[in-house]
């Protein structure tokens, strides 16, 4: 069986994710398992701040006694005229950070799982993921209330911020702030070499200022996944019956301007952050909620394409 893909997961109803059933996806990321790349492309360990003879360029300074020869910087030494030793980042664990939205249009679905079910499923593959490459992991959503869920290793912290998923995800929070708010928060808790998660609604990434996103990108991997409904991307032409509380609502699909106002609603957002986010240094895929929960999993570990 397709661990992406099993509806019959432990305590799985498609409505409200349950712990049991994010803490069996943990095969799932690791059967996808690949060779970690670096920043500039090449097999190795993430990069993070820390100074050291590590595997990565940091600075150069001036040579002192004892330094190792072998990493003087010649061509620092010839334009200055003093020997210059280059210094390299230490090998550390790298942050991943889920960031997850839970606008009131992510608690719907029509085939398997309800978007919001999907959300919490990928974000739990993506904090296996983190495990498995050694990753902290953290997680924060938008709110004034709430405080994030502090970087953790290992099994622990994945089951830390797997609890959060289940809390979220399972009704929409009274206090949600928005996809902005926490997005401003992940920018301030983000460092060199981290690894950025969002689970949006594409309604959410469309309200985000387009400026937001190359300054994420710029602390390292930004990786954004649409939810998405199969009814939202391919309606019927057809009278749909909706229930908004007491109140019982039919649209039209059939007539040409009910169906605009829908594709304005649902399908232009999604288009346009397709389009969109790859040129701002982000990689995006859209993640229905009958597909497989891991089908996202490759752009974690393809560095340098969206």
């Known amino acids: 069986m397709n661990h992406g ?7 799985a109803d498609g409505i409200r994710p349950s712990l049991a059933e994010l803490v069996e996806l943990r095969a799932a990321a690791t059967a996808r398992r690949v060779p970690r790349r670096g920043r500039h492309g090449a097999s190795g360990p993430a990069p ?9 360029y940091a600075e150069s300074r001036e040579y002192a006694p004892g330094d190792d ?38 608690y719907f679905g029509t085939r398997v799982r309800f978007k ?22 953290a997680a924060l959503r938008g709110s004034a209330t709430e405080a994030p869920v502090p970087p953790a290793s290992g099994p622990r912290g994945a089951l ?9 995800y399972a009704q ?12 401003d928060h992940a920018g301030r808790l983000l460092r060199p070499g981290s690894r950025l998660l969002v689970l949006a609604d594409p309604a959410s990434i469309a309200a985000v200022p387009a400026r937001r996103w190359p300054a994420l990108a710029m602390h390292g ?4 996944l649409l939810l998405t409904d199969p009814l939202e991307r391919d309606p019927p032409r057809a009278p749909l019956p909706f229930r908004s509380g007491q109140q019982r609502i039919e649209l039209d699909l059939g007539v040409a301007a009910q169906r605009q106002r829908w594709r304005n609603a649902f399908e232009a957002p999604l288009r346009t952050a397709l389009a969109t986010l790859p040129t701002r240094g982000v990689r995006v895929q859209a993640l229905s909620g009958d597909a497989a929960s891991d089908a996202w999993l490759p752009l974690f570990s393809t560095r340098g394409t969206a």
Do not use: N
């Not at 797997?162 to 979220?168: P, S, Y």
């Open 48 to 56: 993070s701040a820390l100074r050291g003879r590590g595997m990565e």
């Open 172 to 183: 929409p929070p009274g206090d949600d702030a928005g996809l902005d708010v926490a997005l």
């Open 160 to 168: 830390r911020v797997l609890d959060a998923l289940v809390r979220w």
């Open 5 to 11: 893909t099993g509806p019959h997961s432990p305590e």
């Open 116 to 137: 919001s079910v999907q959300a919490a499923r990928a974000g739990a593959i993506g904090a296996w993921a983190a495990v498995r490459d050694g990753d902290r992991i």
């Open 69 to 106: 020869a072998r990493h003087i910087d010649w061509r620092l030494t010839a334009r200055s005229g003093r020997p210059h030793t280059k210094l390299y980042q230490a090998e550390r664990e790298r942050l991943t950070l889920i960031v997850a939205d839970t606008a009131p249009a992510l």
């Open 221 to 224: 991997e930004v990786v954004v």
